[in-house]
C-alpha cells in the first residue's frame, strides 16, 4: 500500500475546500433566487402555509400573510379557500379588483360555498357601488346558505338596493323578509314604517308604527305618526291599494 506524503493531504485537502466552497456558493444561489426559500424546501404543506397565513392575519401583519398564502396557492391552486385567503388580504390592502378576481376564482372552485358569494355581494355593493353585481350575488347567497343570519342581512341589503333603484314594492318586500327572520330590529320596523308613509302606503305605515310602539311606548313621535296615518285613511287619501290589499 503506497504511503501517504504530505503532499496528497495536501491535495486532498483543497479537494475538500473545492467541494464545500462550490455546495456553499450553490445553496447560496439556490435561496437568493429560487422561488422557494431554502427555509421552506421542506415546508411544502399548502395547509401548514394556509394555516400560517391566517396566524399572520390575525396579527395584522399582511405582508406575511399574503406570502404564506401564495405558497398555499402555488402547491395547491384548485383549493378555494386558499384564493379565497389571498383575495382577503387583497381587500385588506386595498386591492379590491385583484381581491375581487381571487374571490372569483373561489366561487369557480367552489360554486355551492355561500360565504364566497356573499362576500362579492359585500364588495360589489359597499366598495364598487355596482348594484346589479351585488343584488346578484346577494340572491346566489341566499339561494346556498342555512344560515338565517346570512339569509336576514342578504334579505335587507337587497332591499337597500332596491330602494336605491326607487323600486320601492321590492324594497318593502325584502325588508319585509328581513323582519321575518329578525323581528326584533326596530330601526328596520321603523324605517320600513316610515317609508310606506311617505310612499302613500297608510294602512301598512299603520301597522308598523303600532308593533314599533309596542317595543317603545313612549315614543311620542310615533304616537303622532299614528295619528296622521289614521286621519289619512279616514279621509281615504289615495293610495295603491293593490299592493295594500
Not at 395547509?47 to 400560517?52: A, N
Not at 379557500?81 to 378576481?101: H, M, R, S, T
Not at 296615518?229 to 291599494?241: G, R
Request: aromatic residues 20%.
Amino acid at each position: 500500500m503506497k504511503n501517504i506524503t504530505k503532499k496528497d493531504f495536501f491535495k486532498i485537502g483543497v479537494c475538500w475546500v473545492i467541494v464545500v466552497s462550490f455546495f456553499v456558493l450553490f445553496m447560496y444561489i439556490y435561496k437568493r433566487y429560487s422561488p422557494i426559500w431554502i427555509s421552506k424546501i421542506e415546508f411544502r404543506d399548502p395547509y401548514l402555509h394556509y394555516k400560517k397565513g391566517k396566524e399572520f392575519l390575525k396579527k395584522g401583519k399582511l405582508e406575511k400573510a399574503k406570502e404564506e398564502f401564495y405558497y398555499a396557492i402555488r402547491f395547491d391552486p384548485k383549493n378555494a379557500q386558499f384564493q379565497f385567503a389571498y383575495g382577503d388580504v387583497l381587500e385588506k390592502e386595498g386591492n379590491v379588483d385583484k381581491a375581487i378576481e381571487y374571490y372569483k376564482r373561489s366561487v369557480a372552485l367552489s360554486p355551492n360555498t355561500w360565504n364566497y358569494y356573499y362576500r362579492l355581494a359585500y364588495v360589489y355593493l359597499l366598495k364598487k357601488k355596482d348594484l346589479d353585481k351585488a343584488e346578484y350575488y346577494f340572491k346566489k347567497t341566499m339561494e346556498l346558505t342555512k344560515n338565517n343570519n346570512v339569509k336576514a342581512k342578504s334579505y335587507y341589503y337587497i332591499g337597500e338596493i332596491k330602494e336605491k333603484k326607487n323600486d320601492y314594492i321590492s324594497a318593502f318586500y325584502y325588508y319585509e323578509k328581513y323582519l321575518t327572520l329578525n323581528k326584533s330590529d326596530v330601526k328596520v320596523l321603523l324605517k320600513l314604517a316610515d317609508m310606506y308613509y311617505k310612499q302613500g302606503f297608510y294602512k301598512k305605515a299603520l301597522e308598523k308604527y303600532q308593533k314599533y310602539l309596542k317595543i317603545s311606548p313612549n315614543d311620542k313621535t310615533i304616537i303622532e305618526k299614528i295619528y296622521d296615518c289614521e286621519s289619512h285613511i279616514s279621509a281615504k287619501t289615495p293610495s295603491l291599494k293593490l299592493f295594500e290589499e
